[in-house]
């Protein structure tokens, strides 16, 4: 956990200048997968269920397996906080010849934010707390997909948000 704050650390400096990075062919699904089992453990006594999908041949991608994980986890979270009363999150991760697309989706409150893509702006927030939530969680987030030649989009639904997040395949 100490090295992964450290991770989170040389991530929040990176908005400033370069950094070394670590990448590797990581096949997507599994990390997604093994991440969701985790968190589960802390969303099962909130009442919130998680379920991750994917595809049975690889779905891999050149990332840093670090800043993918910071990116997982940050988006799971906000789920779960979103939800207060319970709910559900489903990942499911799609592949083709080009892209590696991870689809969230989940049954909470939503985000209420104008213009919608302000959501991506540091210290941009919906959460209630001032100061507990310092908003840059999806700043940090658009940056390293970005970074890994990816792209990232939310939505709002009728019920809950959605997400995509989708990657070029590692050849």
């Known amino acids: 956990e100490v090295a992964n704050i450290r991770k989170i650390i040389r991530n929040l400096m990176s ?9 590797t062919s990581l096949d997507i699904f599994p990390r997604s997968s093994e991440l969701s089992s985790l968190v589960n453990l802390e ?6 269920r998680i379920i991750c999908r994917g595809p049975e041949q690889p779905a891999l991608i050149r990332a840093d397996a670090g ?28 592949a083709d010849e080009d892209r590696v697309w ?18 991506f ?12 939530y310092p908003g840059l969680g999806l700043s940090i987030d658009r ?13 709002n639904r009728e019920s809950g948000w959605a997400g995509v997040i989708s990657f070029p395949v590692c050849r």
């Open 102 to 119: 991870m689809a969230f989706r989940d049954n909470g409150g939503g985000i209420r934010f104008e213009p919608p893509n302000d959501i």
């Open 15 to 23: 908005f400033s200048g370069p950094t070394r990075e670590n990448r």
């Open 67 to 94: 800043e993918i994980r910071q990116i997982l986890l940050n988006l799971i979270r906000n789920s779960i906080e979103a939800m207060p009363g319970g709910g559900e999150i489903v990942i499911d991760v799609l």
């Open 143 to 155: 940056h390293l997909v970005d970074k890994h030649g990816g792209v990232l989009r939310v939505d």
């Open 43 to 48: 969303a099962g006594p909130e009442n919130i």
């Open 121 to 132: 702006l540091r210290f941009a927030s919906t959460k209630a707390a001032p100061g507990r």
